[in-house]
C-alpha cells in the first residue's frame, strides 16, 4: 500500500517562491506526479517524476528523492491564479495494483496580493 | 489533444433511483477510470479499465456498477445510492500499462452528484 503525506495548507505572496513538499512510504514505485486542483474542477497533470533529480517546467519545478521517499513541487513568481490545491500522487505498477495512481491528502496554497 | 469529457455535469437522483454517468475520450488511451472525490479530500479511486476489461475494483459497493462499452466510453451506473455517495465522479484515462510520462492520466470535468 501506500501512505502519502502532503502540507494540508500553505499561504504565500504573489510573485514569491513556494515549495510544497511530499513525502511517501510505498511497497512499490513507479512514478509521482504532480496536480493542480482549481475548486470545483478537475485534476491538471502538472509534472512526473521516476529518476532522482529535478524536472523543470516553466515556472513548476519538480524534485525527487526516492531513497528519501520525498517530493517537492516549485512554484516560481507566483500568481494569483495559482491559488488551488495540489496533489501529490504516486503510481504502483506492482503486479495487482495495474495502473493505480494513489493521491496524497493535497495542499491548498492561497496566494495573497 | 488531452481531453476527456463527462456528462451530466450536475446530476440530482433519490435514493430509489436509477441513473448513469459517461466518461469519453478520443485520445486512443487504453485504460480508463472512475474516481470518487469528496469536498476537500483527494480523489478515491473506485474503478480501472485496461483494455476494456476491469482490472481494479476498490472494494466498491455493487450500487455502483461500471461498463466499458469500447475503448473510448466508459459509464458508471447508478442504483439506491445513500446521501454519503454525493461527490464529484471524476474519469480519467490513461495509456494503460505505459511507464513513464505516457502513462500519466488526464482527468474528465467530473458530474457533481447530489443523492436526496
Known amino acids: 500500500g501506500q501512505n502519502i503525506d502532503q502540507p494540508t495548507e500553505m499561504t504565500a505572496t504573489e510573485g514569491a517562491i513556494v515549495q510544497i513538499n511530499c513525502t511517501y512510504q510505498?511497497?512499490?514505485?513507479?512514478?509521482l506526479f504532480w496536480y493542480q486542483q482549481h475548486a470545483g474542477e478537475a485534476p491538471t497533470f502538472l509534472s512526473y517524476?521516476?529518476?532522482?533529480g529535478l524536472e523543470e517546467k516553466g515556472r513548476f519545478s519538480s524534485f525527487l528523492s526516492r531513497s528519501k521517499g520525498y517530493s517537492y513541487l516549485l512554484l516560481k513568481e507566483l500568481q494569483m491564479k495559482d491559488s488551488a490545491s495540489y496533489l501529490c500522487a504516486v503510481r504502483d505498477m506492482g503486479k495487482s495494483s495495474g495502473d493505480k495512481l494513489t493521491f496524497g491528502t493535497g495542499t491548498r496554497l492561497a496566494v495573497r496580493p | 489533444d488531452t481531453e476527456v469529457t463527462q456528462t451530466p455535469k450536475h446530476l440530482v437522483m433519490g435514493m430509489t433511483n436509477k441513473k448513469s454517468l459517461k466518461c469519453e475520450q478520443h485520445m486512443g488511451h487504453r485504460a480508463m477510470y472512475w474516481y470518487k472525490q469528496k469536498a476537500k479530500k483527494p480523489p478515491e479511486l473506485m474503478f480501472v479499465?485496461?483494455?476494456?476489461?476491469?482490472?481494479i475494483n476498490e472494494s466498491v459497493p455493487s450500487r455502483f456498477s461500471p461498463e466499458c462499452p469500447n475503448s473510448s466510453l466508459l459509464n458508471l451506473h447508478l442504483h439506491a445510492l445513500q446521501p454519503e455517495d454525493s461527490a464529484l465522479y471524476l474519469c480519467?484515462?490513461?495509456?494503460?500499462?505505459?511507464?513513464?510520462?505516457?502513462?500519466?492520466?488526464?482527468f474528465g470535468p467530473g458530474t457533481r452528484l447530489t443523492v436526496l
Open positions: 480519467a484515462s490513461s495509456q494503460g500499462g505505459a511507464s513513464g510520462a505516457r502513462g500519466t492520466q488526464y
Open positions: 510505498t511497497s512499490g514505485f513507479n512514478g
Open positions: 479499465y485496461s483494455y476494456e476489461k476491469l482490472s
Open positions: 517524476n521516476v529518476l532522482d
